[in-house]
């Protein structure tokens, strides 16, 4: 690439970041090659999320939303187009710098929880600050006020197995946010839990997104799409509708 186009998407990129876009994606594509066949996945996607901002995106099974989510948390990269969060164009990153811009501006939590079965809530709260050379004690001091924040400080040194399903999702909402980072990117949080304390976890997404946190949500449910303020509806790897709804 010539380095004035470089120079000119790296100034696009400050801009963007200096006007709150926390999540910016210019005809984003995914395509896959299944022998003498080319799978579109993402078909040239646009999105712009900004800062504070609490997304839904929902579509059917089949529609691109998990490959445009595994592309929008730097888990897998685009085939074209470009992706911009909180100014970096990630689009054009190895996977070392993909691993570092993870742990720095992208909390997860999946439906699966994904927790260490022998780590207590607050190391599995700790783990992201280990990666990101914290010492010992900021680690332990930033997981108690991310579990705090979560309203399970009580439960700190328990591990999984003594929890429940929707204490197991905090700890993991804990561990998303502990890194303060730019996007909370929840993948199908609910799918393993109970309607109660399904319920309890978005109403908890929503206490967050008042304090602040920028939230994207990853569904296939409509009444769980409703909790967000704005929703972008996927089909056959488009954006077919992009609407607020609160």
């Not at 720095?104 to 050379?133: D, M, S």
């Not at 799918?191 to 569904?219: K, P």
Request: hydrophobic content about 40%; charged content about 25%; aromatic content about 4%.
């Amino acid at each position: 690439m010539a380095q004035a186009a470089l120079d000119e998407q790296l100034e696009r990129g400050e801009q963007l970041r200096r006007d709150g876009v926390i999540i910016k994606t210019d005809d984003l594509w995914k395509t896959y090659v299944m022998g003498d066949q080319e799978i579109h996945a993402v078909s040239g996607a646009d999105i712009e999320i900004r800062k504070g901002e609490y997304v839904a995106i929902m579509g059917p099974s089949g529609s691109g939303k998990s490959t445009l989510m595994n592309l929008i948390g730097c888990l897998d990269t685009p085939t074209a187009g470009l992706y911009y969060l909180n100014g970096n164009l990630v689009s054009r990153m190895d996977d070392d710098e993909l691993a570092r811009i993870r742990n720095k501006e992208i909390g997860f939590v999946f439906q699966t929880f994904n927790l260490l079965p022998r780590a207590t809530a607050l190391h599995n709260v700790e783990l992201p600050l280990i990666y990101a050379g914290f010492s010992s004690n900021e680690r332990i001091e930033k997981a108690k006020t991310a579990l705090r924040a979560v309203d399970l400080e009580a439960r700190m040194y328990h591990k999984p197995n003594e929890l429940s399903g929707g204490q197991r999702q905090r700890v993991a909402v804990a561990r998303a946010l502990v890194n303060n980072p730019s996007i909370l990117l929840a993948d199908e949080p609910t799918g393993a839990l109970d309607t109660a304390t399904g319920n309890e976890i978005m109403a908890l997404f929503e206490r967050l997104h008042q304090q602040g946190n920028t939230i994207v949500l990853v569904t296939h449910e409509h009444d769980i799409a409703l909790h967000a303020h704005r929703v972008v509806h996927i089909r056959d790897g488009k954006v077919e509708r992009d609407e607020k709804i609160k």
